[in-house]
């Protein structure tokens, strides 16, 4: 099945997830805020709310980030993606960071361009075509350290999952890569044009890799948080990233809010490998480890599975004990990634055989919401608002 007319969101739909998002953030609409009465009001914690109410710096929670932007309608990590987002009321927007040639820190999930560009139907860099070693896994294609952001800005976006979003690729070609402080004017422009900050959630991506070759990250983000005005501690902005060396690398650069993202239970961080460091993510998520990681940063991003645990046909299992022993130690939780189609789904929720269809997404929302969490990350934001509204409405 082609992704048919329901799939992207409609000016309807649009309209109705941005007045969603306005009501959340207590501009407009009673529901939302009738919804939290109910519930008792905000909680006005910073660091571990209970579902309901606002979290750090009056945010509304659970939130809904906007991963990569709106990239369930749009090429992910482009100026149209995140606009999408923004306008139908995403409460954060999401970047990732990797390096050009020449130090400019530009949005892309990964420094391999093969798959987010037209770049490999660019004979001009048909010998930039190399293979690498990033992190442990060998990769062959394009990568942004290889080209200067003058180059790097005569590509354009693509979709990076055409055959699973085939709408999407509507839009190849339409925008550039943009670099991070592009997107920093994008959001000073959007919150003056709406009287609110524009959250932005953003990655330092392979870091250790990066400064490996002369490219560090964290310098020039915290020059950039800097110089428009999102160093402080109550800046409208997340630094986040995998490695938790970065994160304490940024809390001696500057004082916004940080998150430890963690992977499976089984992995270990990057730097953690390079650095000879044992633990793996399953030693972070015990007290121990949480306290350790509540030392410098302020949340923790650990994929879903390791709120919910899923069993080997894919289904839910028992909720584990992450949300209440990350508030227990002051820590938030913004938890990745909701997809609306089956492929992305628990089993539990996948409706048809078609993995590329819709299935039940707002059932899903329904549980993790349940256990507690901050927020989450989701590639369809207007699907998450609703779902948090109907949770908040209960």
């Known amino acids: 099945m082609t992704q048919g007319a329901d799939r992207t969101p409609g000016r309807r739909a649009v309209l109705g997830a941005a007045v969603l998002g306005s009501a959340a953030l207590g501009i407009g609409g009673a529901t939302a805020a009738h919804a939290e009465e109910r519930h008792g009001g905000p909680s006005g914690h910073t660091g571990g709310g209970h579902g309901h109410g606002s979290g750090l710096h009056g945010l509304p929670t659970p939130t809904v980030i906007a991963h990569r932007g709106a990239s369930g309608y749009r090429p992910e990590h482009t100026l149209g993606s995140y606009q999408l987002a923004l306008d139908m009321g995403a409460h954060i927007v999401e970047q990732d960071l990797v390096p050009t040639k020449d130090g400019h820190l530009v949005c892309r999930h990964e420094n391999d361009i093969t798959g987010t560009t037209d770049v490999s139907t660019r004979p001009e860099f048909a010998s930039r075509r190399t293979t690498k070693s990033v992190d442990g896994t060998s990769l062959t294609g394009w990568f942004t350290e290889d080209f200067t952001l003058a180059e790097l800005k005569t590509l354009r976006a693509t979709e990076r999952i055409p055959a699973t979003r085939q709408e999407n690729t509507l839009y190849d070609g339409r925008w550039t890569v943009p670099t991070f402080e592009e997107v920093l004017r994008w959001a000073e422009q959007e919150g003056r044009r709406r009287g609110r900050p524009v959250w932005l959630h953003v990655e330092t991506k392979h870091p250790t890799y990066f400064r490996g070759i002369g490219l560090g990250l964290e310098e020039p983000l915290a020059k950039l948080l800097r110089r428009y005005g999102r160093h402080r501690a109550n800046s409208p902005v997340f630094l986040q990233s995998f490695e938790p060396s970065s994160i304490e690398r940024l809390a001696k650069l500057v004082s916004s809010p940080r998150v430890v993202l963690l992977s499976g239970a089984a992995t270990r961080p990057w730097d953690f490998v390079q650095a000879g460091d044992p633990r793996t993510v399953a030693d972070l998520v015990t007290p121990e480890g949480l306290a350790w990681i509540a030392s410098y940063a302020q949340g923790i991003g650990p994929t879903l599975d390791l709120v919910v645990p899923r069993d080997a046909s894919g289904r839910l299992g028992t909720p584990t004990t992450l ?29 048809g055989t078609d993995p590329n269809a819709y299935g039940d997404a707002f059932g899903a929302f329904k549980v993790y919401f349940e256990q507690g969490i901050d927020g989450i990350f989701t590639d369809n934001p207007d699907t998450g608002l609703l779902a948090r509204e109907d949770f908040l409405a209960r």
């Open 323 to 351: 949300v209440r022993d990350a508030h227990a130690k002051g820590l938030l939780l913004h938890p990745y990634t909701m997809r609306n189609e089956n492929a992305f789904l628990p089993a539990d929720f996948r409706r």
